[in-house]
């Protein structure tokens, strides 16, 4: 059974770090591209981070570009959310999502699974 699991959110205060943990059961993470997506209540998901199967290649939304940073660990079959500098704005639920073979897509349908998510909430 495949599954995503994320970890390392948490209630932090602006200018703060956080890294957010994605781990992964029942498929070799190495293998896929991996996005980081975010959906604040009442809004769609959006885009923050992504890396590609390879490994080679790393793309970051707008808005999170310069602060965050997307590393993976094949030996522990882990990605990785390093966010540092963060700001209310980036308030929402965070999701870890897989594509076997992608290249780092930014529209998370592209991705075959997905994560329940983890709260991160940025007091100002």
């Known amino acids: 059974q495949v599954q995503l699991l994320e970890s390392g959110g948490g209630w932090v205060q602006a200018g703060d770090s956080l890294r957010l943990s994605c781990a992964a059961s029942g498929l070799t993470l190495s293998n896929y591209a991996v996005g980081w997506f975010r959906q604040a209540p009442g809004k769609e998901h959006e885009f923050v981070a992504s890396?590609?199967?390879?490994?080679?290649?790393?793309y970051y939304g707008a808005s999170v570009k310069g602060r965050f940073t997307i590393t993976r660990d094949s030996a522990e079959n882990t990605h990785y959310l390093q966010m540092n500098d963060l700001k209310p704005e980036d308030t929402a639920v965070y999701h870890c999502?897989?594509?076997?073979?992608?290249?780092?897509?930014?529209?998370?349908?592209?991705?075959?699974?997905r994560g329940p998510g983890t709260q991160v909430t940025v007091s100002a």
């Open positions: 890396i590609s199967w390879v490994g080679d290649k790393s």
């Open positions: 999502t897989a594509q076997p073979y992608g290249m780092g897509s930014p529209t998370v349908s592209h991705y075959e699974h």
